[in-house]
């Protein structure tokens, strides 16, 4: 009863979402001039699958009250039947409001909301759920983060509906693997948004025409020197050298150029302090080698372990897996003849 009471509630919520907020902004005349062309189409596929989900929480929701007054077969409600299709909802729902997020757009979005809802921020933050007077920028974050926050209540609500059951029952072993499903899923998209967060707030700080050819919308930050942590060998004394590791590319600033490597064709050795003296880190690519000196020892394995963690997820075309806790130094010492 817990869980179809709250599934009926969130999906008229999303409903009024959809009707209230959404269509309304996306029918204006304008909104793809205000937010430009990538940003536009951005907004396009985050709420077409909002739409998505608002379409499979409802489907849920009439499975969940034929459970109550129907059949009592558990394999029958949606959300256990169709779990990888939702599962797989939201992780693309949760993709394009990240990437959203990064390339600036709930900021953009302000605007327009601000000239068609000049009046009514109250609706906006009585859907969004936020009790306190914040920027509309943070409101329209909030609204659009709900199903993603709403997902944390599936594997608490789905785990608590298993104790209906007797434990050797095939009904119970199946309510605790999808809980345990969504529960994981829950805390990969929190860690997602941070990072999607964290990458926003580096654009924020980093020079605009750099910015406008590095800023992609599925490109996240992993690392940067700005501390100085790390330095290129023999720089000169009022030389900049700026290094960032994104998710795709390791890049090389200095002043207005840049230079982007490409992480499937990048190479890292660690160089041994006992013989050349120093915390050095030695990077090799097809165009070039270089050697980067990070501050401390700390500091050098920090970057070996970022550097080969993303390198390795680059080639195996994959971004989310959990970080391991160690590097195996070993296999980096002899690189691979070609990386096509």
């Not at 979402?17 to 189409?41: E, M």
Request: hydrophobic share 40%; net charge neutral; with cysteine.
């Amino acid at each position: 009863h817990e869980l179809s009471s709250s599934e009926r509630k969130f999906y008229v919520k999303l409903s009024n979402i959809k009707s209230q907020i959404l269509r309304p902004l996306l029918s204006l005349d304008n909104l793809g001039c205000a937010l430009g062309g990538t940003t536009s189409q951005l907004l396009q596929e985050m709420t077409s699958r909002f739409s998505k989900l608002c379409y499979l929480i409802g489907q849920h929701g009439a499975s969940l009250n034929n459970f109550l007054h129907g059949a009592k077969k558990v394999a029958t409600l949606a959300m256990l039947e169709h779990a990888d299709l939702f599962l797989d909802s939201y992780k693309e729902y949760c993709d394009g409001v990240c990437n959203f997020l990064v390339m600036g757009g709930f900021q953009q979005l302000a605007k327009p909301t601000i000239d068609f809802f000049p009046k009514n921020h109250e609706l906006l933050r009585s859907l969004a759920e936020v009790n306190e007077d914040i920027p509309l920028t943070d409101i329209l974050h909030c609204l659009f983060y709900l199903p993603i926050q709403h997902l944390q209540d599936y594997g608490r609500v789905l785990l608590k509906f298993a104790t209906c059951f007797e434990v050797t029952m095939p009904e119970y072993q199946k309510l605790q693997e999808i809980s345990s499903k969504y529960e994981a899923l829950a805390l990969h998209l929190n860690r997602k948004r941070k990072e999607a967060e964290f990458t926003l707030s580096f654009w924020r700080t980093f020079p605009g025409k750099m910015t406008d050819s590095l800023r992609r919308p599925d490109r996240r930050l992993l690392c940067e020197s700005s501390n100085k942590g790390l330095t290129l060998q023999n720089a000169g004394r009022f030389s900049v050298n700026w290094f960032i590791l994104f998710n795709d590319a390791f890049v090389h600033a200095q002043f207005s150029t840049h230079h982007i490597f490409p992480l499937s064709t990048l190479w890292v050795e660690p160089l041994s302090e006992e013989t050349c003296g120093m915390n050095g880190l030695k990077i090799i690519s097809p165009e070039e080698q270089f050697i980067l000196v990070a501050s401390t020892p700390l500091e050098k394995t920090k970057w070996l372990r970022a550097l080969s963690q993303a390198v390795d997820q680059a080639l195996k075309g994959t971004h989310d897996d959990v970080a391991p806790t160690g590097v195996n130094v070993q296999r980096l010492l002899d690189p691979p003849v070609s990386r096509t």
